[in-house]
């Protein structure tokens, strides 16, 4: 059931413009390669605050636009592409490449997926992950946490997001989104942090501190 609504996240992503890698692809023998893995807990550590990119930008191609989808419907309200921000911890690169709201509304078979609501917001997040050491380091962006400016706090939904964080083995990059299930009114959302908490080594021992992006609209 997750792979099925996965694909389907994956196609309403690709519809409105904003969709990552679902399954990440190998590189070939001169650049990082591609793999994923189950995520598990981390151990948080410090915090870093950085700006959002200069050159992000607004698209509103498809705002407003419901689209049918197998789950029901859903409605790009807010997207920005173009963020491209990297922040680095440890041996680990996080780049944020774009940002998506949208509104689900599930139909009776999904539902339950959705906790019985007849519609949720859905934040996403378009991200590349890489680790650029040669030694196995742990690092889960997938089970990272936002901060709304509405004063809402969601951890990662692992069911949908794309598997972007786990054991990197060596010199590994991940792509895909993560993504978020709240109650907001997208409209009232102007501003989200995105904190990941720091990797660690394959003795457990912290190797950098936690990162917070700032998103704005």
Aim: proline content about 6%.
């Amino acid at each position: 059931m997750k792979k099925s609504l996965s694909i389907l996240f994956a196609l309403v992503l690709l519809l409105t413009g904003c969709g990552g890698n679902a399954e990440p692809t190998a590189t070939d023998s001169s650049q990082p390669a591609v793999q994923t893995e189950q995520p598990a807990p981390p151990t948080p550590s410090e915090t870093a605050t950085p700006n959002q990119s200069e050159n992000s930008a607004s698209d509103d191609s498809e705002i407003g636009v419901s689209q049918d989808v197998e789950f029901g419907t859903f409605t790009v309200i807010k997207k920005m592409k173009g963020i491209d921000k990297t922040i680095s911890s440890g041996p680990f690169e996080v780049t944020v490449h774009a940002i998506q709201i949208g509104v689900a509304e599930p139909n009776e078979t999904y539902k339950p997926m959705f906790d019985e609501k007849d519609k949720v917001s859905v934040v996403t997040i378009e991200m590349t992950v890489e680790n650029k050491s040669d030694k196995t380091n742990s690092f889960y962006p997938d089970q990272g946490t936002i901060v709304t400016n509405t004063k809402t706090q969601a951890s990662a939904n692992i069911w949908f997001s794309d598997s972007v964080g786990g054991d990197f083995i060596g010199e590994v990059v991940k792509k895909g989104n993560v993504i978020f299930l709240i109650d907001d009114d997208p409209q009232n959302i102007s501003l989200i942090k995105y904190v990941i908490g720091g990797p660690f080594d394959g003795d457990f021992n912290s190797i950098g501190e936690d990162i917070t992006f700032e998103l704005s609209f």
